[in-house]
């Protein structure tokens, strides 16, 4: 069995890397959004043209950065959405809300500290975990059977 597995939500640490060297050996495909930041909020504007006002700007890059989304989550089998410490992440709870509305299974990776914001984006998930380590260990699981 293959997995297919979307790794959404915060940009600014490594944690994907971590999961992807974890499932070395594992039959999973990763897909993501973009992760260069600047990338990310200039992609609207950069291919149809500038604007004045941020929230068109903005706008712009949000609505194309949401066909790569869309398309992730439509077609994994597992969304994985990391919400960090720095930021808030509302593109993550769209994206944890999308994939539950989908049926997806879904895995959210987040600190004790975000526990109680982050509770009904909790209960849709099927897993929550707080390391990286942790989505390996269930990936591993999955498509094993093996706790190890």
Not at 57 to 82: C, F, M, P, Q, S
Not at 94 to 104: E, H, I, S, V
Request: proline share 1%; with cysteine.
């Amino acid at each position: 069995m293959t997995l297919k597995v979307y790794l959404s939500g915060e940009i600014h640490t490594d944690w994907r890397d971590v999961i992807i060297a974890g499932a070395t050996g594992l039959d999973v495909n990763f897909t993501s959004p973009v992760t260069d930041h600047d990338a990310s909020d200039d992609c609207g504007v950069t291919i149809m043209g500038a604007e004045a006002d941020k929230f068109w700007h903005d706008n712009k890059g949000a609505k194309l950065n949401a066909i790569r989304t869309r398309k992730g989550i439509e077609d994994a089998d597992v969304v994985v959405v990391r919400f960090g410490d720095k930021y808030k992440q509302w593109n993550a709870a769209f994206d944890a809300g999308y994939a539950a509305a989908l049926g997806k299974s879904l895995i959210v990776l987040h600190g004790a500290d975000h526990q109680h914001a982050l509770k009904e984006v909790d209960a849709a998930a099927l897993a929550v975990t707080e390391e990286p380590a942790q989505v390996v260990q269930i990936l591993r699981y999955v498509l094993t059977g093996e706790l190890g």
